[in-house]
């Protein structure tokens, strides 16, 4: 039960700083903004684990190698192609497309751990994406048919590369004490590393440094970016590796995978017109969440 309300929480921050990204990234290249939000992110880590003061877990080169990896493929490369996809594409067609994330996550799952599903979670996992789709698609129908090449490669290698990250993290969870904070803070390492050695890179590189790119962003727009990095990354990312130790890949990644649907919730706050189409949809993926947690139980 602790994995899936992890992972449920975890969705809504993450839909909630889509947003957020999708503005802020028309302003910073995505390799620098995932470099910022990420090391915001481990500052606040660090922190977290400063104030629990219960020292720190035995190292065990292994896991923590499998976390650094997990990092620079899910984190370093994944969200950078998210953020790609994000300008690209917009928030409910990169969100949309990224809901093949969680069978992938299970596919792998099963391939590199033997992690099985039963026949009544893949019907959990139809029924959430299936809500999911239904509800993207009828906000974004009449621009379903992409033009952006670049922006659907991106979105597929942010799905592959979330999903073979989630899974090397979720083995290293398996086989270690280490507490889901410090698995996040070596994750959140690995992936900024990753970012900003490429950033350095020249053809990766952009016209202006980061010194630069954060000299000229006005203070309201480096507050925006604080909080979508404290809800969307730092707390993101550590309920996400709660999630993985307490549940299977499958469920984890599913639930994750709901993020579209709390965006009926932002409509309903703007004042937006939600229709008997977008409820169904919630309502279906809601009937397929619920299979997860009856499993559980």
């Known amino acids: 039960m602790i994995g899936q309300l992890a992972a449920l929480i975890a969705a809504f ?18 390799l620098q903004l995932n470099f910022l939000k990420g090391i ?45 996809a994000l300008n690209t594409l917009g928030v409910r067609k990169t969100l949309l497309l990224e809901t093949v994330a969680p069978p992938i ?36 129908e009449r621009d379903l048919v992409v033009e952006y090449k670049k922006g659907l490669i991106w979105i597929m290698i942010a799905a592959i590369s979330q999903s073979l990250g989630v899974v090397l993290s979720r083995m290293a969870l398996l086989n270690s004490g280490i507490t ?13 590393a990753i970012a900003l050695f490429l950033s350095l890179i020249p053809i990766f590189s952009n016209e202006k440094s980061l010194t630069d790119t954060i000299k000229s962003l006005p203070s309201r727009t480096i507050l925006i970016i604080f909080l979508a990095s404290f809800g969307g990354t730092y707390l993101g990312i550590w309920l996400q590796q709660i999630s993985l ?32 189409r977008s409820f169904l949809g919630v309502s279906l993926a809601l009937l397929g969440v619920s299979f997860f947690f009856i499993e559980s139980n």
């Open 105 to 140: 996550g299970a596919c792998l799952g099963f391939i590199l751990i033997g992690e099985i599903i039963s026949f009544q979670i893949w019907v959990g996992i139809c029924l959430t994406l299936l809500g999911v789709f239904w509800v993207i698609w009828e906000r974004s």
């Open 180 to 192: 889901s904070l410090e698995s996040s803070l070596i994750r959140l390492l690995a992936g900024s």
């Open 40 to 84: 915001i992110a481990i500052f606040l880590i660090l922190a977290t684990l400063g104030l629990q003061q219960s020292g720190i877990s035995p190292i065990e080169p292994f896991p923590v190698l499998l976390l650094a990896l997990s990092g620079i493929i899910g984190i370093g490369l994944g969200d950078t192609a998210f953020f790609l």
């Open 245 to 276: 130790k307490h549940t299977s890949i499958g469920i984890a990644q599913t639930l994750l995978a709901t993020s579209p649907l709390f965006s009926i919730v932002l409509a309903l706050l703007r004042k937006e017109k939600v229709t008997l």
């Open 13 to 30: 921050l993450w839909a909630t700083s889509s947003f957020i990204y999708s503005f802020v990234g028309q302003k910073i290249p995505p």
